[in-house]
């Protein structure tokens, strides 16, 4: 079953095939780009640790970073490591593990077919050994560490602990070192059959690329297994307050970093109401603290922000909130100068003009973005999981008007669901 | 003086890079790729590293870009910036070897997407040329807030180079490794340097920038030619004459002076509250960029520890599983060889152990087929990747004449490819260790 998406506006084209298995495959056609970069994913990631086994209806519980650990582990196949066959073809795999995702890919210039060839088959067949899985779990530690000497991921990851007091999302993605060590092969093989299930991955190609050629080498090689139930996916419930308003933790860095951000109290939100929901709160933050806000520029002729500082919004089914994070000689001021303008703008309501020149700069930088393959296929693919078509991205932006703007904020912007996170040096 | 006739556009070859015309000390080149959906345009001015100008060349796009005659706050050039379709705008300065080079770069989303402006094209160029060239002026130097408040962000800057430990650990290793040396110098200075900068210093440094150091500007994208003609008829008003030119480093002497001799293996530790220590080895080459030995030497190091196939990723991750990540990287500008990993502390000696085998090995001969044909189909994977990214492009080419080679990007994978076994066993023995840094936590 194949179909073709169509964007004139900026003359892209995508197409789609459905796999009997229940896998969607999907090909951007970029002519004239020497990479091909393929993406082999499933929706499953560290907040996935409590679930429901389809097929016999247990409950299960595994240790968190299990879902990074197998991601490390599905390149460990019988016959050795699948990276010297990529090699071999001059090409880098590669592999990451998000909160809701795992994602492999590979990019490559030639010889195409034999690349995906590896890619479908690698992460079609586990090969779990007791060996192998203890000797892992002294490279995963030693990727531990590196993290934890890390003071933007380290506050990042406290911030998230702070907002959130029950929500798997607190807790970090490669696990710990306790957690690590309680993982074994059988627990490996239980979650790979439960969501490397076809009907729960997707598979996305942008390049160069004839797309009937990759999708008649899906449909051969996707293995028919038996389809399963729906996975329920178990999270704890999280209750609107955030765990605590402030946490510090010390490091050896120059300047202290900080990151805060508010959290979100809807929940359950999908399609386009949740990419609605994320492009709007993302208008707000740059309204209210972008490069050409009085926030901005007024944190930075006082020297408390320098140009470290960024923000974002995550949103997600099961949780949203957003970051504001940078360095700060005294993040103190700077969240009280940020309250401030909230407290404003929450008032004041948001005025027109600002609304119209940041709406048309997203949409620009949007352009962009398609000029990057691995900007699109993360774009594709976390929008994939929502529920969103990545055109629709575009779209989304005709229909937010100011009403929905202002309505967004007040949701939003709670400052009872405010949170602060800081490094202070050692 | 008069510019160049620009050439015709029939002999434009995509992902080539075309000088259009040199005038004033000012060189401008245009690389048509019509696949990407914008134009980029950077400038890059050219100066030798030394500690008397680093400061200072750290100091001027910092504070620049604070403001220009027509935009004057960083508000107002971020509000023009939305204004054109969220276009991006960067500048700072960038160690190329013993150059220093400031650079300024901008992208923005090209013409046929815009509906709602006349001549969006000029919109960008005007900015970036505008920012560069018509600073806000104060009592006949820059505005003195900025200055003083660019100074203090740049010694944070400084400072903050500690917070990325992966990062740190190599930096440092090659400045100790040639601490008697300009590359020893870092990018953004010191503090005792930047201190002694007065606004009066830097504003005679910046005019001396404009009217003089050589200027190299890329336009990437889809272009017509008129627009090519537009583009240099504006920077013909930029300069009167140009005079400084840069050293042409690459007459060989300078890698064999005395400084640069390795006598004794140089070994540092440095103490900081980390969990992971990091270990850097630090290397001669030997080998120029306009040497033929060099491609032997991309191949070496790709070898040695370019990717996943590399005898480091093998033997010190997959096999003894030390470390999490391990890499080398060539500097090519100055011929040097750097291999950094995050390991415990406790693994130090054994961790130097296995990478100092891993070189010997390759050194008596022992490079698999598979080894050889990984390396060589990666790094031409790579040269290809290079042509999917604007900035890759400019910095590419840019890069090629800075280290007077000509390589495009199918040269140096024909280059590449010829590369034997053999090739790449005769550089290796030109290679000697000159640095161990280790960076570990506090007393151990």
């Known amino acids: 079953m194949q179909e073709t998406l169509k964007f004139d506006k900026i003359g892209e084209v995508m197409h789609k095939y459905r796999h009997g298995s229940g896998l969607n495959a999907f090909v951007i056609t970029k002519k004239g780009y020497s990479k091909k970069y393929t993406v082999f994913a499933t929706h499953y990631g560290s907040i996935n640790n409590e679930f429901i086994d389809p097929y016999d209806n247990n409950t299960i519980k595994m240790p968190e970073g299990i879902a990074h650990f197998l991601e490390h ?189 508010f959290k979100d109290d809807t929940y359950n939100l999908k399609g386009e109401e949740l990419l609605m929901r994320e492009i709007a709160v993302k208008i707000l933050l740059e309204i209210f603290m972008g490069r050409s806000s009085q926030l901005y520029n007024q944190l930075y002729e006082e020297g408390l922000i320098n140009n470290t500082f960024e923000f974002n919004y995550t949103a997600e089914e099961n949780y949203a909130y957003s970051t504001i994070g940078g360095e700060s000689i005294e993040p103190g001021k700077v969240k009280e100068k940020i309250i401030d303008t909230v407290c404003f703008l929450l008032k004041d309501g948001i005025n027109k003009e600002d609304f119209q020149r940041v709406k048309k700069s997203l949409y620009g930088k949007l352009i962009r973005w398609f000029n990057s393959q691995e900007k699109v296929s993360e774009m594709f693919i976390s929008g994939y999981f929502k529920g969103i078509n990545i055109f629709d991205y575009f779209n989304i932006y005709d229909k937010i008007n100011l009403e929905y703007l202002n309505h967004v904020m007040k949701g939003h912007f709670n400052l009872d669901r405010f949170a602060v996170s800081v490094i202070q040096g050692i | 003086m008069v510019a160049d006739i620009l050439v015709a556009e029939d002999i434009l070859k995509e992902e080539n890079a075309e000088r259009l015309c040199s005038f004033n000390n000012i060189e401008v080149y245009y690389i048509p790729v019509r696949k990407f959906k914008t134009i980029t345009i950077s400038f890059f001015f050219i100066d030798t590293l030394s500690k008397d100008t680093v400061s200072k060349n750290a100091l001027v796009p910092a504070v620049l870009r604070r403001g220009c005659k027509s935009y004057p706050t960083m508000s107002d050039i971020s509000l023009r910036l939305e204004e054109l379709y969220g276009g991006s705008f960067d500048c700072g300065v960038a160690k190329k070897g013993e150059y220093h080079v400031i650079y300024f770069h901008t992208e923005c989303i090209a013409e046929k997407y815009v509906a709602d402006m006349k001549d969006f094209f000029k919109k960008p160029f005007e900015l970036i040329v505008d920012i560069i060239t018509s600073p806000v002026i104060e009592n006949g130097i820059f505005k003195r807030e900025y200055v003083v408040q660019e100074k203090e962000s740049l010694k944070r800057l400084i400072e903050r180079r500690v917070n990325d430990k992966v990062q740190y650990a190599i930096e440092r290793c090659f400045e100790e490794m040639c601490k008697d040396e300009p590359f020893g110098i870092y990018d953004y200075g010191d503090i005792s340097g930047l201190k002694e900068v007065s606004e009066s210093s830097l504003y005679e440094h910046y005019k001396n920038i404009i009217d003089n150091y050589p200027l190299k500007v890329f336009v990437t994208g889809d272009v017509p030619i008129e627009k090519l003609e537009w583009i240099k008829q504006n920077l013909l008003k930029i300069r009167h004459n140009g005079e400084k030119d840069y050293n042409n480093k690459y007459n060989g002497e300078y890698f064999l002076a005395e400084s640069n001799k390795v006598e004794e293996v140089k070994q540092v530790t440095e103490h900081m509250a980390v969990n992971q220590a990091k270990l850097s080895l ?163």
């Open chain 1, 73 to 261: 582990k599905l390149f460990d196949q019988k016959e050795g490591s699948i990276i010297d066959k990529f090699s071999e073809l001059g090409s880098s795999p590669n592999a990451y593990t998000s909160f809701n995702k795992t994602v492999y890919l590979f990019s490559c210039t030639e010889r195409f077919d034999e690349n995906l060839g590896l890619l479908l088959s690698f992460v079609q067949n586990p090969y779990f050994t007791e060996l192998g899985v203890e000797k892992e779990k002294d490279i995963i530690k030693q990727e531990i560490n590196m993290f934890r000497d890390n003071p933007g991921w380290r506050a990042f990851f406290n911030l998230l602990e702070s907002l959130y007091v029950m929500n798997p999302v607190k807790n970090d993605i490669v696990g710990n070192h306790e957690s690590i060590e309680k993982i074994d092969k059988e627990m490996l093989y239980k979650c790979y059959n439960i969501f490397y299930h076809p009907s729960n991955m997707v598979i996305f190609v942008i390049g160069d690329v004839d797309e009937e050629r990759v999708f008649n080498q899906i449909e051969s090689s996707i293995s028919k297994k038996h389809k399963i139930g729906e996975i329920k996916r178990l999270f704890p419930e999280e209750p609107k307050e955030i765990n605590r308003e402030y946490i510090e933790e010390k490091m050896a860095v120059a300047t202290p970093i900080f990151q805060m951000g």
């Open chain 2, 282 to 444: 630090g290397f001669r080459t030997n080998v120029l960029p306009t040497e033929k030995d060099y491609y032997p030497l991309i191949v070496f190091d790709s070898i040695l520890g370019g990717g996943v196939y590399s005898k480091l990723f093998q033997k010190v991750r997959e096999e003894a599983g030390l470390a999490y990540y391990i890499f080398s990287q060539l500097e090519k500008f100055k011929g040097l060889l750097l291999i950094t990993c995050g390991i415990e502390i406790k693994d130090r000696n054994r961790a130097v152990d296995i990478i100092l085998k891993q070189i010997d090995s390759i050194k008596s001969g022992n490079i698999t087929q598979y080894e050889h044909e990984s390396a060589i189909k990666s790094i031409e994977t790579g040269i290809s990747f290079l042509k999917d990214n604007q900035l890759k492009i400019t910095d590419y080419y840019f890069s090629q004449i800075l280290a007077t080679t000509n390589d495009n990007f199918q040269t140096l994978a024909d280059k590449i490819e010829r590369v034997s076994i053999e090739d790449v066993i005769n550089v290796s023995k030109k290679i000697e260790l000159d640095t161990i840094y280790f960076l570990a936590s506090n007393g151990q």
